[in-house]
């Protein structure tokens, strides 16, 4: 739209004139990308299959060149026709606006005039004595001031009844009536306006520079653009996400999509669908790639400690991307939100019929530690799984806040966890493609909470199969068949120098000097350290921890599978040795083993230890 806009010119718009443009910037989007697979998969893959000389080597220079103006073509008219799309919905609204406002001019006689001043009648009114009157009609001009914003012109002035005097009350009560509709009248013009102007700058700047050559800078140019757009059509693009339906929901709204939608949102608003559990797993992997390197420059332009330590591990996990690795990554969720997330498979979670999910626990955020450590557990986790049944997937999945120190005495992180827990669970379910998939819920020391918490809510954790609990305080519960699969399918790994599986209950006492005495960390792992030293006082005959019965005990009633001791965690001066090596087959090839067999679907192969 050009020139001054007329609340005639909103209402006679048709915005499907720009969804139609948009289609045909489509079609030339579309024609660039197979122009661009042509040059790179018939003419130059052949040229280096069968021509080995200066000339061929120069005609592939030229090639390769005309491949990137190609992806530069498909880049920019596929942002076009997004623009266009955005324009077409955005002031689709302000236009239903007028349009009503219009027709309830015209329901009660009412005169839009053309400067959007609206006339009404006169009508016949009673005063105070019952006397009838007549009150006489007259104008109003609309205000197109929001709520909140501070009075601008229209929104007070004189009185059409009685010049000279502000806020007097109009005795003809059409006046309130056509006021509301001016006012509504203006406020859609004004927002309409304002969209114009938004997209009429993002329009303007998706132009080619001069030249047949795209260079570096161009390309650079590609990802600002595409960063604008995402700006200005991104309340348009984000409408469309059903943020708060199920994710079978949303898996259908997804399924739903044709690929030139589904590749809009993984190119221009990737942040918006790599995250959404019920997105299939591919989808969310590749929207969470794009996306990556944004987070890596917000994070950048960040000058506190907290996201640097974020934007150290994050470039980490790019790194790994960048890298083949065996099982092949899926970069489920990325953010920066809390102590920071983000969810791995190692393997494809759609695709594999055997998929677990670790929760890990105490002092887990997003740091080097994550990705060097953490990370490396779930990857041990999928091949170990993969050499029992080929057909595995294991998964890392920090998508909570674990307790860093003071509150690893508390619930709240966990029950907060659990509900986040489910639904990605739920999304696992809904997005795996076996007839029956096998899935295994896994929790690590406070993890293991966060599982017992999410089992313990309404039908329990979605799709799961089978629940391990390794370096466990407890649960929550007290019964391993309160978890909801069944006592049999709760396997427990506890190592009997692992002190957070010795953490006391809130009733217990005497080891917390014990513990200080030695220069043990002083609360719950400090009692638990005494407790170790004091050759278990604390706990002797009780079989309570500190969220409830211990997982390894008889009375909790799970399958304790076979572990090492581990270090001693005084004489071996490791206090947390114990409780790591779970996972890692160098360490600790019985429990590694154990939980491979569990995960890979053979649980009736599992070595088996007495119960505490």
């Avoid at 009503?100 to 004595?129: I, M, R, W």
């Avoid at 001016?182 to 304002?194: C, G, L």
């Avoid at 030249?211 to 991104?234: E, F, I, N, P, Y």
């Avoid at 909470?449 to 799961?464: C, H, K, R, W, Y």
Wanted: glycine residues 10%; hydrophobic residues 35%.
């Amino acid at each position: 739209m050009t020139g001054t806009l007329t609340w005639q010119l909103l209402r006679d718009l048709k915005t499907s004139e720009f969804t139609e443009a948009g289609d045909t910037w489509h079609e030339v989007s579309n024609r660039s990308d197979s122009d661009r697979v042509r040059v790179d998969r018939a003419m130059s893959a052949k040229l280096r299959e069968t021509q080995e000389s200066e000339s061929a080597e120069a005609a592939l220079g030229r090639l390769q060149r005309l491949s990137r103006n190609f992806h530069y073509l498909h880049s920019e008219c596929g942002l076009v026709r997004t623009a266009l799309n955005g324009l077409a919905a955005d002031l689709a609204e302000p236009q239903n606006q007028l349009k009503q406002a219009l027709a309830e001019a015209a329901a009660l006689k009412f005169t839009v005039n053309a400067d959007g001043s609206v006339t009404f009648p006169a009508t016949e009114v009673a005063d105070l004595t019952g006397a009838t009157k007549e009150a006489p009609g007259s104008s109003v001009r609309g205000s197109s001031r929001l709520p909140l914003e501070p009075p601008g012109f229209g929104a007070q002035g004189p009185s059409p009844l009685y010049p000279g005097h502000s806020f007097v009350k109009p005795l003809n009560p059409n006046a309130a009536k056509a006021q509301d509709i001016a006012d509504r009248v203006a406020r859609a013009v004004r927002s309409a306006a304002e969209i114009d102007a938004r997209y009429a700058s993002t329009l303007s700047g998706l132009r080619a520079e001069k030249g047949l050559d795209v260079t570096a800078a161009t390309l650079k140019d590609v990802a600002r653009d595409t960063a604008d757009v995402r700006s200005t059509a991104g309340r348009h693009l984000g409408a469309g996400v059903p943020e708060d339906k199920s994710p079978a929901e949303r898996k259908k709204w997804w399924d739903g999509l044709t690929d030139e939608q589904r590749q809009e949102y993984l190119e221009i608003a990737p942040d918006l669908v790599g995250g959404p559990d019920g997105i299939p797993a591919a989808a969310r992997d590749e929207a969470n790639r794009t996306y990556l390197p944004l987070l890596i420059d917000e994070l950048a332009r960040r000058d506190d400690g907290n996201s640097e330590t974020k934007l150290n591990a994050l470039r980490m996990i790019q790194d790994k991307l960048n890298k083949p690795s065996d099982p092949p990554m899926y970069l489920l969720g990325i953010g920066d939100e809390g102590n920071g997330r983000a969810i791995v498979s190692y393997g494809n979670p759609d695709t594999s019929r055997n998929v677990s999910a670790y929760v890990p626990g105490f002092r887990t955020k997003l740091n080097d530690e994550f990705v060097d450590d953490t990370m490396t557990r779930a990857q041990d986790t999928a091949l170990g799984a993969r050499s029992v049944d080929p057909s595995s997937a294991s998964i890392i999945w920090l998508g909570y806040d674990a307790p860093q120190l003071a509150d690893v005495a508390t619930t709240g992180d966990a029950e907060r966890g659990g509900q986040a827990y489910n639904q990605f669970m739920s999304g696992l379910a809904t997005t795996n493609e076996s007839k029956d998939p096998h899935l295994t819920a896994i929790g690590h020391s406070y993890g293991s909470l966060t599982v017992g918490s999410a089992a313990e809510q309404s039908g329990g954790i979605p799709g799961v199969d089978d629940i391990i609990l390794v370096g466990s305080p407890g649960v929550g519960v007290d019964k391993a068949e309160d978890l909801g699969v069944g006592r049999d399918h709760v396997f427990v790994g506890s190592a009997d120098n692992d002190l957070v599986t010795r953490m006391p209950s809130n009733q217990q006492s005497g080891a917390g000097f014990a513990g200080a005495l030695v220069g043990a960390p002083l609360g719950p792992l400090g009692m638990a350290a005494g407790a170790y030293i004091a050759g278990d006082v604390a706990d002797r005959g009780d079989d309570d921890l500190r969220f409830g019965k211990d997982p390894a005990s008889e009375a909790f009633g799970g399958r304790r599978f076979l572990v090492d001791d581990g270090p001693h965690p005084v004489g071996d001066l490791g206090l947390m040795d114990a409780h790591s090596q779970y996972f890692t087959p160098t360490l600790d090839s019985n429990s590694a083993g154990n939980i491979a067999r569990i995960v890979g679907g053979r649980p009736g192969e599992i070595s088996t230890e007495e119960h505490r």
